[in-house]
Structures are given as C-alpha cells and as structure tokens.
C-alpha cells in the first residue's frame, strides 16, 4: 500500500469560498449551487469560521419547510439565518497532518470534508475529491471489488423526485442511482435536488437525473476509477460485474483507501 503521510496542506483547497451566519439558508442554497461544493465555511463579523453548513443541512431546511406547505414546490426556505442550522465547530487539523490521518476522520466521522488551520486562522479544506486526486497519482492498483459497498440504493426512472428527495434523506445517503430495467442511466444527488427545488413534486427522475454516471467494471483499479471520477467531477462510482450493477464506491470509500 503507497504512503499517504503527505501533509494536508498539499492537497487542500484554497482560498474558501465563505457564507455569513447572519445571512438566510436561501443564500446558503445560492452559493452552493454557484460555487458546485457540497458545503461551505460559515463565518461571523470577524470572517472567523463558526460551523459549516452542507447540502444536506439545505436540502434537510427545505424538506421540512415545504412539507409545512401544502402548496409548496419541492423545497422550501424560511426567511431564517444560516447559523440556525450549521453545524457548529466543524472538524479541523494543522496543515502537517499527514493525508492517511485526514481520511481516517473523515471515515470514523463519516463526513467529506476537512478544514486545515495554519497560524489560528482556516485556510483550506481537505474533501474526498482531493483524496481521489492522490489515490490516482500514486497509482493504487488494487480492484473496485475491494472497496466498493453494496446493495445499491437506486430508484427508477419512472419513480417522482419527491420519493428520491425523501430517499435522500431516509437513507442518509448523498446520491442515488437512477435505473431503467434495473440498469443504471443516471444519477440522481444532492446537486440535482437542490437544482429541482421549483419543480412540481411529481416531476419524473428522467427529467431531472445527471444522465453523466459513471459505471465501471469491479475489477478496474481504483487509481484508474479516481482519475475518470475526477475528470467527470463524480463522486461515487458504479460497479458491475458481468454487466450488472453490483455496487458502488464512494468517496468515504476512496478515503478508507487512504486511510
């Protein structure tokens, strides 16, 4: 197995991109979608970062408040402050943490990012993307089979995106894999959720799923699956085996591989 004790620093992300506490989860739903992360750094007065809010905080917000509507569309925002549903305190380390340590919190925590301090003050974030980053420049040959987990959670085509916003949620899980036939055609995550926040509730998953998934075979090296994952912006990758989807590895998957 390849060395993973590489400092923080080198593979964080920087500079943040930042929300205020005092300004409402519609903004936080807003910036996500404009900047494509799946959480950002709150901050107070002093641009000192408080907590953390993610998608799954918004698209939590949202669920409930449009329930509270009868009329409402598939999300719904109040007129609320962000630090009323951050996570406060979000994990941070030094920037010489090794990376094998970073991804050992991330899977004991199951979270998918990591802030990195330096001098009192974050300064970058460590996500499960950059791990699939350093899983492909080292080259681990190991196969898919090895990490991946299974059964997948799926929901067809045919199905509303109301059911797979609640599956989201019941499951606890960031994304789905949208099937036809029981063959995966696209993937449905917190993104596109978020981004279907207007529609009307029976709006069918094969108007609003990511046709763009990536699904390989399970005895493919899990470098060669970071490096295609990183280049299609994915977070999770579909296994088959002998043309059957068996399973998935996501990115708590990639970061047991670092750890």
Same mark, same amino acid.
């Given at each position: 197995?390849?060395?993973?004790?590489?400092?923080?620093?080198?593979?964080?992300?920087?500079?943040?991109?930042?929300?205020?506490?005092?300004?409402?989860?519609?903004?936080?739903?807003?910036?996500?979608?404009?900047?494509?992360?799946?959480?950002?750094?709150?901050?107070?007065?002093?641009?000192?970062?408080?907590?953390?809010?993610?998608?799954?905080?918004?698209?939590?917000?949202g669920r409930r408040e449009a329930n509270s509507r009868p009329d409402a569309r598939l999300l719904a925002f109040p007129a609320k402050p962000i630090q009323e549903f951050m996570?406060?305190?979000?994990?941070?380390?030094?920037?010489?943490?090794?990376?094998?340590?970073?991804?050992?919190?991330?899977?004991?925590?199951?979270?998918? &990012?990591?802030?990195?301090?330096?001098? *009192?003050?974050? $300064? /970058?974030? =460590? %996500?499960?993307? +950059?791990?699939?980053?350093?899983?492909?420049?080292?080259?681990?040959?190991?196969?898919?089979?090895?990490?991946?987990?299974?059964?997948?959670?799926?929901?067809?085509?045919?199905?509303?995106?109301?059911?797979?916003?609640?599956?989201?949620?019941?499951?606890?899980?960031?994304?789905?894999?949208?099937?036809?036939?029981?063959?995966?055609?696209?993937?449905?995550?917190?993104?596109?959720?978020?981004?279907?926040?207007?529609?009307?509730?029976?709006?069918?998953?094969?108007?609003?799923?990511?046709?763009?998934?990536?699904?390989?075979?399970?005895?493919?090296?899990?470098?060669?699956?970071?490096?295609?994952?990183?280049?299609?912006?994915?977070? &999770?990758?579909?296994?088959?085996?002998? *043309?059957?989807? $068996? /399973?998935? =590895? %996501?990115?708590? +998957?990639?970061?047991?591989?670092?750890?």
């Amino acid at each position: 197995m390849a060395n993973f004790e590489i400092p923080a620093s080198m593979y964080m992300s920087s500079p943040l991109k930042t929300v205020r506490g005092t300004s409402f989860i519609d903004h936080a739903h807003r910036q996500l979608q404009q900047f494509r992360v799946s959480a950002l750094p709150v901050v107070d007065e002093d641009e000192q970062v408080i907590g953390v809010i993610s998608r799954t905080d918004v698209l939590k917000v949202g669920r409930r408040e449009a329930n509270s509507r009868p009329d409402a569309r598939l999300l719904a925002f109040p007129a609320k402050p962000i630090q009323e549903f951050m996570t406060p305190e979000p994990v941070t380390v030094p920037g010489d943490t090794p990376l094998s340590k970073v991804a050992d919190l991330m899977v004991k925590r199951r979270i998918h &990012r990591i802030f990195v301090e330096e001098g *009192g003050k974050t $300064v /970058g974030l =460590v %996500t499960t993307r +950059d791990l699939m980053r350093a899983i492909r420049e080292k080259q681990i040959r190991h196969p898919l089979s090895q990490y991946m987990s299974s059964p997948l959670f799926t929901i067809r085509a045919s199905e509303p995106v109301s059911m797979a916003a609640e599956r989201l949620e019941k499951a606890r899980v960031t994304g789905l894999v949208v099937v036809d036939d029981e063959w995966p055609v696209g993937i449905f995550t917190q993104v596109e959720a978020l981004e279907s926040r207007e529609l009307p509730r029976e709006t069918l998953m094969e108007e609003v799923m990511n046709p763009a998934i990536l699904v390989l075979d399970e005895e493919t090296p899990v470098y060669r699956a970071a490096a295609q994952a990183s280049v299609m912006q994915a977070r &999770r990758v579909v296994t088959t085996r002998n *043309g059957n989807a $068996v /399973g998935i =590895v %996501t990115g708590l +998957d990639f970061a047991k591989i670092v750890s």
